[in-house]
């Protein structure tokens, strides 16, 4: 039975009138499946879905057409949707939502539904979290929906987006693989570089860290005086961090620079690296977050990719440290670690290349994100 009509703040011109409302239980049916995780075969044949945004494979199917899958509990509840127009099997706590009634098309339903049900479950959810998804959420759920022409073209533009979306995640993701690739050839000497000339590179010189950077401790200010700074795990940064206190008003603070190389002793073996951008120019730390001064024309770039390594930050801190337990690994011990350095003009070209890369994966990525936000934009103001 008919609820309520509305329309869209945004709409493609050629259609006009109000969108009806109907609970998603009248315009499919709703089923779960009866397999387990463990059905999974590695190299099954059809798709099996379970209980996460991840698709197994299996060797039976029990539908064969076109369907929406949600998970019904677990990790990413209302949050995990698939669609799907072929045979599949799906897990016994994995919703179904399929033989979808006349004038009602699939694709359509997919977009409005994955937008808008994790809200709808929170709202129905006593706590901030939901455990589990109920069948009468999914049942009693009201869709707006427009003439079946207007579905159907709905969905090809939002479908037409999202295969832009996953041409920019591939694109993304080939683009990481082959920096990480080519940064191991690189730091093999598998791959070298040659001067302006095309004369070769002199050979790379073992020497310790201690030849590359000088520790930095220009007293700052006390406690929550001081504006700090923090660096992100695996390699991600330098940031604000955005905390009033941070242990005792007397706790001394040490002036960082931009351009400095900063470490994190207690997450040295987490690849807790960065170099101080321009934007945290005189920000502060304390001792647990030395910083240093490159010296003898050590390009920052190739230090910071080369300690950035886990076959550097694993294998020399795991020696000083002795322990994965305590991984506190003071700047003195970080100082003696040893490092191959190849000429400064080959560190630069290096350095060059590499800084290339990240323009090319930071192009791509500000591009996958401008999509995502456009699809979300769109979204909002496309349906009801």
């Known amino acids: 039975m008919s609820l309520t009509c509305k329309v869209p703040q945004l709409r493609f011109k050629e259609f006009s009138g109000e969108w009806e409302e109907k609970k998603l239980g009248e315009l499919a049916d709703i089923t779960t499946g009866n397999k387990d995780t463990q059905n999974k075969v590695d190299d099954g044949i059809y798709p099996f879905f379970v209980r996460s945004q991840t698709v197994e494979k299996i060797n039976s199917y029990s539908y064969d057409g076109e369907a929406i899958l949600t998970s019904g509990d677990g990790v990413g509840v209302g949050k995990n949707f698939h669609y799907i127009q072929s045979k599949f099997d799906f897990h016994?706590?994995?919703?179904?939502?399929?033989?979808f009634k006349n004038k009602v098309f699939g694709k359509f339903i997919f977009h409005y539904f994955s937008e808008k049900f994790h809200k709808r479950v929170m709202r129905l959810s006593a706590k901030n979290s939901v455990d589990s998804v109920r069948r009468d959420m999914i049942t009693e759920m009201g869709i707006y929906t427009p003439t079946f022409n207007e579905q159907q073209k709905i969905a090809s533009f939002l479908s037409a987006v999202d295969t832009k979306i996953d041409q920019l995640t591939r694109k993304k993701e080939l683009l990481k693989q082959y920096k990480k690739g080519v940064m191991q050839k690189i730091f093999s000497q598998e791959i070298r570089f040659k001067a302006y000339?095309?004369?070769?590179?002199?050979?790379?010189d073992e020497k310790s860290i201690a030849n590359c950077i000088t520790e930095s401790?220009?007293?700052g200010d006390t406690g929550d005086k001081a504006k700090k700074l923090t660096v992100k795990l695996w390699n991600k940064g330098v940031f604000a961090k955005n905390e009033i206190m941070n242990g005792s008003e007397n706790t001394q603070y040490?002036?960082?620079k931009a351009g400095q190389f900063i470490y994190s002793k207690l997450d040295f073996l987490n690849c807790a690296f960065g170099i101080i951008p321009e934007d945290l120019d005189g920000y502060q730390s304390t001792i647990d977050l030395p910083c240093f001064d490159f010296i003898n024309s050590t390009n920052p770039i190739f230090f910071l990719s080369r300690v950035s390594r886990k076959d550097f930050y694993l294998q020399f801190g795991e020696q000083a440290d002795g322990s994965r337990k305590a991984r506190r690994i003071n700047q003195n011990i970080f100082l003696e670690m040893p490092i191959l350095l190849p000429s400064a003009d080959e560190q630069?070209?290096?350095a060059n290349f590499l800084s290339s890369l990240d323009e090319k994966l930071l192009h791509v990525s500000q591009q996958l994100d401008s999509t995502k936000q456009f699809k979300k934009a769109l979204l909002q103001q496309m349906f009801v």
């Not at 016994?92 to 033989?99: D, E, L, M, S």
């Not at 000339?197 to 790379?204: I, K």
């Open 92 to 99: 016994q706590r994995v919703y179904c939502i399929y033989k």
């Open 197 to 204: 000339d095309g004369s070769e590179f002199s050979e790379w």
């Open 217 to 219: 401790k220009v007293k």
């Open 254 to 256: 040490y002036i960082r």
């Open 348 to 350: 630069t070209k290096i």
